[in-house]
């Protein structure tokens, strides 16, 4: 992620960092860069660049003009993927760290989330349909498809899964290959781009968007493929997010995968079966409408549901919305959304 700032607009920063030349006298200083955690915030930010590339963004979409540049850095790590005995879709996976001292580049949730042998990923800048999502599930042959390609090009195979197609309960897994992170999330999750073998990639380096070959990243394949949809957050990586945006451009005027039949900008909800077998919809707005049917039986509540939801949107020309329902259009049971998903960020929780 390349973001700017000024230096006369520098004090914004969050309290957790010093000015220039300030002594840190507190008790807690981020490992990595020596800054101070003070005033009120008792805890330090998950992860100091991901504090940075947040406040990246605020410079971005509130109009200051350019003058410094900053790269968010991603640490190299190799390793195993594994998916036996686990519910993994097309945006997650378990990996495991051939060299554990990797993992010091970051900071973590709990002691517990860092010692973890195989860790849950948070697969960056896609959102694949949901195979197993509180009880349901997005239209299966397209779920199942995007799931199957992330394995295939992890070389993991012989997969058999459970009789509700919910788990991996065989497979020929703990295939080698990397991922790229630069942060973790709340769920102590690395954020990541993930890598076959076959990447000349180096264990333990640390790169930047300069010099990370995303186009050689699965995230950046199944989003070409059109297997999976676009989706960014305030801590995407803006050049990854670019390079991703436009081959998602090219899928989607194509009609590929997903694409084809892509109901998202306009589809009529009558109930959860139509959700589950019949319309292929963004898996956030997804999810959104599986709380709704979860909490509400009168329709009618919908628009009103959508509209509790702090989701705080930035779009990609840096227009600030409260909850996608800002970006919706409520007549009857038809759901209209016309601003495509990639030009959504959403903010992370």
Same mark, same amino acid.
């Given at each position: ?42 805890? $330090?930010?998950?992860?100091?660049? +991901? =504090? !940075? ?5 605020? %410079?971005?979409?509130?109009? &200051? ?75 299966? $042959?397209?779920?199942?498809?995007? +799931? =199957? !390609? ?5 070389? %993991?195979?012989?997969?058999? &899964? ?188």
């Amino acid at each position: 992620m390349i973001f700017y700032f000024e230096k006369d607009v520098a004090a914004r920063r969050s309290p957790w960092h010093r000015p220039p030349g300030q002594v840190c006298s507190q008790p807690k200083q981020s490992p990595r860069t020596k800054d101070c955690f003070v005033g009120k915030n008792k805890y $330090p930010p998950r992860n100091d660049m +991901l =504090e !940075s590339v947040a406040f990246g963004w605020e %410079i971005l979409y509130n109009g &200051y003009i350019n003058k410094e540049t900053t790269m968010a850095q991603y640490k190299i790590v190799a390793g195993t993927f594994h998916v036996k005995g686990f519910q993994p879709d097309g945006d997650s996976i378990r990996f495991q760290a051939n060299k554990p001292e990797n993992w010091d580049f970051f900071e973590w949730e709990t002691e517990a989330d860092k010692k973890a042998k195989k860790k849950q990923l948070r697969v960056e800048s896609i959102d694949a349909m949901e195979t197993h999502y509180e009880g349901y599930h997005q239209p299966r $042959p397209f779920a199942i498809a995007a +799931l =199957e !390609s992330l394995l295939e090009m992890l070389n %993991i195979k012989s997969v058999v &899964y459970s009789l509700s197609v919910t788990q991996i309960v065989e497979a020929d897994d703990g295939k080698a290959g990397f991922i790229a992170s630069a942060s973790t999330d709340r769920f102590g999750r690395p954020v990541s781009y993930v890598f076959p073998k076959s990447a000349k990639l180096t264990d333990g380096a640390i790169m930047d968007s300069a010099t990370l070959p995303i186009e050689d990243s699965i995230n950046f394949q199944l989003a070409r493929e059109g297997l999976v949809y676009p989706t960014f957050y305030t801590s995407t990586d803006r050049v990854f997010a670019e390079k991703i945006r436009a081959v998602v451009a090219r899928a989607r005027k194509t009609k590929r995968g997903i694409w084809s039949i892509d109901k998202t900008s306009d589809f009529t909800l009558l109930d959860m079966r139509v959700l589950q077998e019949d319309i292929l919809i963004v898996p956030k707005l997804f999810r959104r409408l599986v709380g709704f049917f979860d909490n509400y039986s009168d329709f009618g509540k919908l628009e009103e549901y959508m509209m509790k939801q702090r989701d705080n949107l930035v779009l990609w020309d840096g227009t600030k919305k409260r909850s996608l329902a800002d970006l919706m259009k409520f007549t009857g049971r038809r759901i209209q959304m016309k601003t495509p998903v990639e030009d959504i960020l959403f903010s992370p929780k």
